[in-house]
């Protein structure tokens, strides 16, 4: 997979997002309401990342910059958002490929710290959370009060 910097209207990035969105209605019963800024997930704050295969988009991840108010998020964060590989693909590793892309950019961006949310229903996203090293960290954000949401985070730079 080749995984390539893109914006976060480009059109491949807009096409995985649909895709993701009719996932989450497939197993929430509705889209992902959370807001996003298509500005922060430009850099230097943020980053928008699409993985090819043979020129089709397959797979899609993004992170953003979270700076505070703590405890929620500390100085040096980055929240990973729209996660997503095509149903065709899956069980290939691009997933956690992408996930690896997202933790090096980030740090090569000088963040310290990945967090995110998932659900219930993703177990292979918590599988791949768990597995990759992420924890259980407090519940944050728009999903914050709903039980089928979870929160990991995983530091990404040690002092």
């Given amino acids: 997979m080749d ?5 976060f209207d480009h059109p491949d990035a ?3 997002m649909a895709e993701v969105q009719l996932e989450y209605v497939r197993r929430y ?6 807001p ?6 430009a850099p230097p704050r943020g980053l928008f990342l699409v993985g090819y295969l043979d020129n089709v988009p397959v797979a899609s991840g993004a992170w953003r910059a979270h700076d505070g108010p703590a405890p929620t998020f500390w100085p040096g964060d980055v929240e990973v958002k729209r996660m997503y590989v095509v149903e065709s693909a899956r069980g290939r590793g691009f997933a956690r490929a992408m996930l690896a892309e997202l933790e090096r950019t980030a740090v090569a961006a000088g963040r310290r710290r990945v967090v995110l949310e998932t659900g219930t229903e993703q177990p292979e996203a918590i599988a791949l959370y768990r597995s990759s090293g992420y924890g259980e960290i407090p519940a944050f954000g728009y999903y914050g009060d709903l039980p089928e949401s979870r929160y990991y985070g995983k530091d990404l730079v040690r002092d």
């Avoid at 996003?36 to 997930?41: G, H, K, S, T």
């Fill in 29 to 34: 019963g509705s889209e992902d309401e959370t």
């Fill in 14 to 16: 807009a096409k995985l």
């Fill in 3 to 7: 995984i390539r910097v893109v914006a």
């Fill in 36 to 41: 996003m800024d298509p500005a922060e997930f």
